[in-house]
């Protein structure tokens, strides 16, 4: 297994600072002791619309001369959206970022599996359909392309491990794979170990997001009624890995017992403090170093010097 940066990290979301482009980030993670390189397809780091097949070709060349494999793209794309023509744009979406892994020389792009979230304007049960219909409608894409889409359990209508292993088997057709996420997985409850090998009795898994989180007092909302009533709203809190609450050695070792070879890429992308104030870029070089180190040091515990 490789140890991997998922390029959102330097993408300018979550610190005080700018984003990074892909060739950018490429550089900083070969000298950041990376083996790989999980592209980000949108601004500012590798929208399609941007990456035209000359610069792809040399954000692939670049990753080679640098030692970095570049064999993952995280697509960008709500296949549940209730208006059907903004489906229809999803697909075009879809084909171009397809086509940018191509050109970069990927093997697999990122798909939510329930769409990138639950849209309050029609039901639920209709959103899943329009994911599984999309999923299809792109098999044939994909296959023309010579890439293959990875299914991701994330916000949208299919979040939990079950509603995976139904999507799966809806679908039945063997060229779909999955891509994990431990730390969404540890915040539902959901066992990573018993996860990995209930989604890889059914698929591939080939490639996984790595983070830590902490839970932190929650805020409490007050309302005034005939008395005093209270609502809790539960805080996670990224924290250097190792430290919170994803079972990530448990996570790497069931990997390696499945002979996975994919890349753990590690990511920061969500909203975080520290002490409060906003994170700066500093803040993220900080967290990527510990990253690099407790993962090579965990995976020669786990698989052995390379």
């Known amino acids: 297994m490789k140890i991997g940066l998922h390029t959102i990290t330097y993408a300018g979301l979550f610190y005080e600072g700018p984003g990074l482009t892909l060739e950018e980030q490429i ?3 070969a000298d950041g002791g990376f083996e790989a390189v999980e592209v980000m397809a949108k601004r500012p780091v590798a929208s399609p619309f941007e990456m035209d097949a000359d610069r792809c070709a040399r954000a692939r060349a670049l990753a080679g001369e640098r030692g970095l494999t570049m064999d993952f793209v995280a697509g960008y794309i709500d296949l549940g959206r209730p208006h059907p023509v ?5 697909l075009v979406w879809a084909q171009e970022t397809f086509r940018m892994a191509r050109d970069l020389g990927a093997k697999y792009v990122r798909v939510y599996a329930g769409g990138e979230t639950i849209h309050d304007t029609a039901p639920v049960r209709e959103q899943w359909d329009w994911c599984l219909e999309g999923v299809r409608a792109l098999l044939p894409v994909a296959r023309n392309l010579g890439v293959e889409m990875a299914l991701e359990i994330h916000t949208g209508t299919a979040q939990t491990v079950d509603a995976l292993a139904d999507m799966l088997r809806q679908l039945d057709d063997g060229s779909v794979k999955v891509v994990l996420d431990p730390p969404l997985l540890a915040f539902r409850g959901e066992d990573v170990v018993e996860s990995f090998r209930a989604i890889s009795a059914l698929a591939p898994i080939v490639h996984a997001h790595i983070g830590d989180f ?11 009624v005939p008395g005093l009533a209270v609502q809790y709203v539960e805080r996670l809190q990224s924290c250097p890995l190792g430290e ?3 079972p990530l050695e448990d996570f790497m070792r069931v990997a390696h017992e499945h002979g996975f070879t994919g890349a753990l890429a590690f990511e920061i992308c969500t909203p975080f403090h520290v ?3 906003k994170p700066t870029l500093a803040d993220i070089e900080a967290g990527v170093a510990q990253a690099v180190r407790w993962l090579r040091e965990r995976r020669a515990g786990v698989v052995g010097p390379p």
Do not use: F, N, T
């Not at 903004?86 to 999803?90: G, K, L, V």
């Not at 902490?214 to 005034?224: E, G, T």
């Open 27 to 29: 550089v900083k993670a």
């Open 244 to 246: 919170g609450m994803v």
């Open 86 to 90: 903004d489906r229809e744009r999803e």
């Open 214 to 224: 902490q839970r932190k007092p929650p805020l409490v909302k007050y309302s005034a």
């Open 275 to 277: 002490h409060h104030r």
